[in-house]
């Protein structure tokens, strides 16, 4: 948001402290001299009650849900197709978005970043490379699923060549996010604004900061939104064209995992995206007033609480949904409860019998076609 206020000294400048990547300086006309100061006083104390909240929540869940999505793959689990690959690596990514979300809970309940110059370039970093990579991955597992489902026939082998390079590729992934990041390391830093210390970027040392920006906001925009919304609409409607004609009562369970997919989606990112797309449209506008640009605050504070809420739904939507999941999540829990009794009662039999269970179900699920991925059934 802005500082506190804009005074008539000040008339043509204002500082727009949007959050994650969206602050800037620029300059404009205020459309009248009784809108010249404009306080945003209430918007920044509405910031500084509900996103710390909310963050910390989204932090808590996120970290509980992804770390339970990590110990099933790494112990129970071994990642045997595309998705399950994918699945993984989107799990480690939104564990270390939502490691970052406390130092901007912080900054927000103080309003202002009482951290270090690096330490405010290494979380916006983490950030963005993080919230790429989260967002590319879903397009690959779109893929992954439309080839394992619409084309399953004539993609097989190339799909097996495909899982042996599986590392190959998620690691193209991580390095396409680092480069499309590569800006928040060297944009954002640590200054002083209206008295107050913030961690934003700062385009003011380059020369046209406008432009900068709006390179900046279109590639979040792209890759962020755009790329994953084209891939997910194609590959899920020939998904569900193809699960609705076949006549398999599991794929048309799968069906509901789809839709849930493709809603949570668009749930979440549209709001936050057409807030960026407005606020694209309005750089270098002279004619914006006061209210418009309080109301622009509550919605950016609201819709990119929501759309970092994702990162909480992802393993709900992509693994614990899913049949065989929820099968080594009970593992999970069973396995846990065992060890308790076992350290109050040790000699109960259970974690043995469990243990027992568990390798029957292991036996029977290897005659289990790749195809039928964790999330889709």
Known sequence: MWGESVNVSDAFYSTEDYFFGSANTTYYYLPDPENLVCSLQEVR??????????YSLICV???????????????????????DVYLLNMAIADILFVLTLPFWAVNHATGAWVFSNALCKLMKGIYAINFNCGMLLLTCISVDRYMAI??????????????ARSKLICLAVWGVSVIISSSAFIFNQKYNIQGR????????????????????????????????LVFMVFCYTFIVK????????KRHKAIRVVIAVV?????????HNMVLLVTVANLGKMNRSCQHEKLMGYTKTITEVLAFLHCCLNPVLYAFIGQKFRNYFLK?????????????SPGLPCASRYSETFISRQTSETADND??????M
């Open 61 to 83: 869940f996120g970290l509980l849900g992804n770390i339970l999505v990590v110990i099933t793959f790494a112990f129970y689990k071994k990642a045997r197709s595309m998705t």
């Open 242 to 249: 193809t699960l609705v004609q076949a006549q398999n009562s």
């Open 332 to 344: 999970i829990m069973k396995d846990l409860w065992c060890v308790r009794r076992k350290h109050k």
């Open 45 to 54: 104390e509405f910031s500084r009650l509900f996103v710390p909240i909310a």
């Open 263 to 271: 809603l949570v989606f668009l749930a979440c990112q549209i709001p």
């Open 150 to 163: 619409v084309q399953a026939a004539k993609s097989f082998r190339l799909r097996s060549r495909t899982l």
């Open 371 to 376: 195809n039928a991925s964790s999330f889709t």
């Open 197 to 228: 210390d913030a961690c934003e970027p700062n385009y003011q040392p380059v020369s046209e900061p406008i432009r900068w920006k709006l390179l900046m906001l279109g590639l979040e925009l792209l890759f962020g939104f755009f790329i994953p």
